[in-house]
Nanobody, 125 residues
Framework: HVQLVESGGGSAQVGGSLRLSCAVS????????MGWFRQALGKEREGVAAIDPDGTPLYLESVKGRFTISRDNAKNTVYLDMSNLIPDDSAMYYC????????????????????RGQGTQVTVS
């Protein structure tokens, strides 16, 4: 039974940076497609970044060049490094995992991953 615990959210100024972490238990990060999605108040869930078991990343167009997804297999943790933050990045961010997928072609499928954490709030102002 996979469990995901996010941390690292908070407040940042426009142009600032934050690092989100997702600690994984019950399975290994390297055997899952791992991703981050966000949901702002009144808006639909939006896939932001993902990394497949081979380590290939995938990003939402609007965060390319600003966000980086990575994983530490030894720590069984996935990270989302966010820089040059803008107010539109403000949202609840969720870590998600899918052990059935071995590749990922569409970032919009990340919110459909079967396992997700409790979320961490990011506010940019």
């Amino acid at each position: 039974h996979v469990q995901l615990v996010e941390s690292g959210g908070g407040s940042a100024q426009v142009g600032g940076s934050l690092r989100l972490s997702c600690a994984v238990s019950g399975d290994t990060v390297s055997s899952n497609c791992m991703g981050w999605f966000r949901q702002a108040l009144g808006k639909e869930r939006e896939g932001v970044a993902a990394i497949d078991p081979d380590g290939t990343p995938l990003y939402l167009e609007s965060v390319k060049g600003r966000f980086t997804i990575s994983r530490d297999n030894a720590k069984n943790t996935v990270y989302l490094d966010m820089s040059n933050l803008i107010p539109d990045d403000s949202a609840m961010y969720y870590c998600a995992a899918d052990d059935r997928r071995k590749t990922l072609a569409l970032i919009k499928t990340v919110p459909l991953f079967p396992t997700r954490g409790q979320g961490t709030q990011v506010t940019v102002s």
